[in-house]
């Protein structure tokens, strides 16, 4: 960009350096540089008097020391790393997120589109949100969702490389939206929601901007500009990990407000329903989950020890949301969070993996990873290269895309860069003939430039020693002087032959972040609303009748309250029960196998038969009981369906409290098993 520079340093307080450069630019982009500076300096000086008025006239005197240390801690992101550093974090997680969450989930859509979604019988299907609009021949079409969870999987698996990343990754966001959805369909909701809400912000956000093919092709294009570093947007990328921190605590956030209510009206958090709430998860995971086996009986704990861990729940619930935006705090959170998350997984076969893998966002690797790279002091590695040439700003510019923790320094070798004069031996024929590496007064040039420069880059340092075995050394060597000798440069080459571009802003990134954040909130609002106004007003009144209907237009897709568990849970229940009659007169439940191949997990099957035992037409509920089992049938072990006669159905009422034990039960149904086998899909 810049013809000609001077630059000038003065020592300040510490040990810190003023500098000042003065640069002869070409009108044009002089023009556009000033004004870009007045419009920023104007928008830093808006943000800063709305502060100040806020400050000076809402906030009392006595509170305004408190209020400014709150406003610098939430401003600690900023200083502690810069946009490069947040960009690679953006692009970081999303090859984690993709890779691990999005990725394997629109693969298992593949094979439940082909393998599962045309076993299931039609009047299991009970479409939600935007799919009651839709031909139901159409939402429980196995052929076009199949051929549309390929195409989702394909767009995803390009934009995890980083492949034309904003365009993939905003199309596979569009079909997430109706493929993940699918299975949301049958009565019960898996609330996986975020999946989607981070794909969209990751899909607005600059996270192709390092590590993709995308940044390879775009380090190339500026290095043909006479630009060796990336451009990076200006705090789009901690805006968006920001908006995605916001939503997982929106995640959090309502089901501890149902809970803090259910706690004070109803005593979730009292040692007796939190057993209950433990007996019941247990009692289904024994009917619903193959090879189940009951955990260590935290539900024998003091009752003491219950009371806090429900406590303790509730606080990490609630304050979640606004402790995630203070730097300090957060590596506590991620810790708490994996402790929530691992102990309801072992205890209560509750994983939310899907939400546990979205925790890399919280991390600032790259801040971690320099001070962990740099301990000791250890000062960046100056490349000093020939700024005339395309090959060598191209090169520059690619390990400059891949250095992630700022390890390398290029310098124009041929300009007036000051930390050129450091190495006065090098002269400026030797720097049009190699490209060099200066680590303190330690210089290396051609192949041994590239070898330490490898050990310097993270991505790269496994190649180090590789590039330093005699086999490879020498080849190396080679390969290098004839690509080295057969450039050819232009002085006209070092000037810039595109205007200078600008990165994209925050706005859509804001937008797209406001509508998924007031979405979500207005939602949850309205689910959680209806439990609290059913509690305290019945549920013939008015105002629940009006936020269940609302709540019936709007909820579940892609917006909806995460399971809030915060209903008292009972020491028995009553179920839908299948059992197998064998020609010896002994019956034998359902396995749990059966259901977790139909269904899934133990979740969907509890609804999936409770649904079942809720309708009160006698015909219906004969129609659907038969075709749960047809259904669940041809995944029996062989030695049942070879030896049954039919198949009961009852009403059972059951202690849930471990081992679970029957207190009455209600013959209802009785299918011959060619009844059963006459209906079974293929």
């Given amino acids: 960009m810049a013809k000609d520079a001077i630059a000038h340093d003065q020592a ?144 995803i698996g390009m934009a995890l490389v980083g492949l034309c990343t904003r365009w993939t990754l905003s199309l596979a966001t569009v079909l997430s939206l109706y493929v993940f959805g699918l299975i949301e369909n049958q009565g019960k909701i898996d609330h996986f929601h975020h999946v989607l809400w981070i794909m969209a912000l990751l899909a607005v956000g600059p996270s192709g901007r390092f590590l993709s093919v995308d940044s390879i092709w775009l380090a190339i294009r500026h290095a043909d500009t006479g630009r060796v570093e990336p451009p990076i947007p200006e705090k789009a990328a901690l805006l968006t990990l920001r908006s995605c921190w916001v939503l997982i605590g929106l995640v959090y956030l309502f089901p501890g407000l149902a809970k803090l209510h259910s706690a004070m009206t109803q005593g979730w958090a009292s040692p007796d329903n939190l057993r209950a709430l433990l007996w019941h998860k247990w009692f289904e995971l024994h009917l619903y989950h193959a090879g189940f086996v009951l955990p260590p009986r935290v ?248 936020l269940a209907k609302a709540s019936w237009r709007f909820t579940s897709w892609p917006f909806d309250v995460y399971p809030t568990f915060s209903r008292p849970s009972a020491s028995q229940v009553e179920i839908w029960e299948a059992r197998a009659v064998l020609s010896t007169g002994r019956e034998i439940a359902i396995a749990p196998s059966a259901y977790e191949a139909v269904f899934g997990h133990s979740a969907k099957s509890w609804v999936a038969v409770q649904t079942t035992l809720a309708e009160h037409n006698p015909e219906r509920q004969r129609a659907r009981s038969l075709d749960v089992i047809r259904s669940v049938w041809p995944f029996e072990p062989a030695e049942v369906r070879e030896t049954a006669v039919a198949v009961n159905v009852y009403t059972s009422k059951y202690t849930t409290r471990p081992p679970g034990k029957v207190i009455e039960e209600k013959l209802i149904e009785t299918f011959p098993v060619e009844v059963v086998v006459a209906g079974e899909p293929k």
């Fill in 299 to 546: 539900d024998e704990l003091p009752s003491a020890m219950l009371t806090i861990a429900g406590t303790t729940t509730i606080l990490f619930e609630v304050g979640f949301v606004v402790l995630v935006l203070f730097r300090g705090v957060r590596p506590l959170l991620v810790l708490a969070g994996l402790a929530f998350h691992i102990g309801n997984a072992y205890f209560m076969s509750i994983p939310f993996t899907h939400l546990l893998q979205a925790y890399p966002c919280l991390i600032d690797w790259t801040g971690l990873g320099r001070r962990l790279w740099h301990l000791g002091g250890r000062e960046p590695l100056i490349v000093l290269y020939d700024g005339g040439c395309r090959l060598c700003r191209r090169t520059v510019a690619l390990l400059r895309s891949f250095d992630l923790l700022d390890d390398l320094a290029p310098v124009d070798g041929l300009s007036g860069d000051p930390r050129r004069q450091q190495f006065p031996n090098l002269t400026d024929a030797m720097l049009t003939h190699d490209l060099y590496a200066a680590d303190g007064r330690r210089v290396a040039g051609g192949y041994d430039a590239y070898k330490r420069i490898a050990a310097r880059l993270p991505i790269l340092c496994w190649a180090g020693p590789l590039m330093r075995w005699g086999p490879v050394s020498k080849v190396g060597n080679r390969i290098y002087r004839r690509i080295a000798d057969s450039r050819t440069c232009a002085i006209a080459d070092r000037q810039a032959t595109h205007p200078l571009g600008t990165p994209a802003g925050t706005r859509l990134i804001f937008l797209v972040a406001a509508v998924l954040i007031v979405s979500e909130v207005g939602i949850s609002s309205l689910e959680v609303g209806y439990d609290v106004a059913q509690y305290h007003f019945g549920e013939r009144h008015p105002i629940p009748h009006l």
């Fill in 12 to 155: 300040v307080d510490g040990n810190k350096v003023r500098m000042t450069f003065r640069v002869i630019l070409g009108r044009q982009e002089a023009e556009a540089l000033a004004a870009r500076a007045i419009r920023e300096e104007k928008n830093i000086s808006a943000l800063g008097s709305t502060f100040d008025y806020v400050l000076a006239t809402l906030v009392p005197s006595r509170l305004k020391p408190l209020v400014g240390a709150l406003v610098r801690r939430l401003r600690a992101d900023e200083r502690a790393n810069g946009d490069r550093g947040w960009t690679y974090n953006l692009a970081i997680f999303r090859i984690v997120f993709l890779g691990f969450v999005a990725f394997p989930g629109a693969r298992g859509m593949v094979l439940w589109t082909h393998y599962g979604m045309p076993l299931l019988p039609q009047n299991v299907w009970d479409p939600i949100s935007f799919y009651r609009y839709l031909p139901l021949a159409i939402v429980t079409n196995a052929t076009l969702a199949h051929s549309l969870a390929v195409a989702n999987a394909v767009l």
